[in-house]
C-alpha cells in the first residue's frame, strides 16, 4: 500500500558555498533556541544556541540569527563541507526555567562536490 | 566533556514482550531526564520528563502504563516498553541537563524493533 509520512525539506548546496536552514516557532514566550545535527541513527549533537535577548550568534562557521517578530530562527553555515551533511533540527525552550525543548521538523542537508 | 550514555544502542524484541532502555549521566548529577522519540525522517517527539525520586511527567497522548519511567538515581533513567508491539518500534532518544555546564546533552539512541 501507500506508505504515507513526513518527509524532511532537503537543502542541496555545492561544497564550499554557504548554507543557510530556516526553521519557524510558534511560541512568543519561548525564550531560549537551540540547533542541533543529528546524523543517521545517532542522538542530536548541539551546534549553538542563542536567548531571546540576541537576535545574532557566531560560532565557528555557524551563524544563528532570530527574528522575534515573525518567530523566525535561521541557521547559517559558513563554507559547507561534505562533514556537514546531516538533518539539522532547531529547538525552542517553551517553558522557562526548565530543560524541556520542543522540536521542530528539521530539514536535511546534503552536499555535493 | 559531560556525556550521557544510552543503553542498549539496538534492540529486536517479540511483540508482547517488554524493553528497558537506560539513560546515565557519567559526568554529573540530573534531577531530570527527558525522553523522546523518533520515527524515520521526522522530529523527536517529547514523551516524558523523568523526574528524580518522584513520577515522571508525561506529555499529552503519551500512556504513561505503556512507557514507565524510573529515576532512581541521580545519574540513572529508565524508559521500559512495555508489551510492545510493532507500531512501538522507533529511535528513542534521551537527554539529561547538565546545570555546571548549562548545556543539554543527548544520549545516543536506543534502536528498538518490534516484531
Known amino acids: 500500500g501507500e506508505s504515507v509520512g513526513l518527509h524532511l525539506p532537503t537543502l542541496s548546496v555545492q561544497e564550499g558555498d554557504n548554507s543557510i536552514i530556516n526553521c519557524a516557532y510558534s511560541n512568543s514566550a519561548s525564550d531560549y533556541f537551540i540547533w542541533y545535527k543529528q546524523e543517521s541513527g545517532k542522538g542530536p549533537q548541539f551546534i549553538i544556541d542563542?536567548?531571546?535577548?540576541?537576535d545574532k550568534r557566531q560560532g565557528q562557521r555557524v551563524t544563528v540569527l532570530l527574528n522575534k517578530t515573525v518567530k523566525h530562527l535561521s541557521l547559517q553555515i559558513a563554507a559547507t563541507q561534505p562533514g556537514d551533511s546531516a538533518v539539522y533540527f532547531c529547538a525552542e525552550n517553551r517553558t522557562p526555567n526548565t530543560d524541556k525543548l520542543i522540536f521542530g521538523t528539521g530539514t536535511r542537508l546534503q552536499v555535493f562536490p | 566533556g559531560a556525556v550521557v550514555s544510552q543503553h542498549p544502542s539496538r534492540v529486536i524484541c517479540k511483540s508482547g514482550t517488554s524493553v528497558k532502555i537506560e539513560c546515565r549521566s557519567l559526568?554529573?548529577?540530573?534531577?531530570?531526564m527527558f525522553w523522546y522519540r523518533q520515527f524515520p525522517k521526522q522530529s523527536l517527539m517529547l514523551m516524558a520528563t523523568s523526574n528524580e525520586g518522584s513520577k515522571a511527567t508525561y506529555e499529552q497522548g503519551v500512556e504513561k502504563d505503556k512507557f514507565l519511567i524510573n529515576h532512581a538515581s541521580l545519574t540513572l533513567s529508565t524508559l521500559t516498553v512495555t508489551s510492545a508491539h510493532p507500531e512501538d518500534s522507533s529511535f528513542y532518544i534521551c537527554?539529561?541537563?547538565?546545570?555546571?555546564?548549562?548545556?543539554?546533552?543527548f544520549g545516543s539512541g536506543t534502536q528498538l524493533s518490534v516484531l
Open positions: 537527554s539529561a541537563p547538565d546545570r555546571a555546564a548549562g548545556k543539554l546533552f
Open positions: 542563542i536567548r531571546s535577548n540576541m
Open positions: 559526568d554529573f548529577q540530573a534531577t531530570t
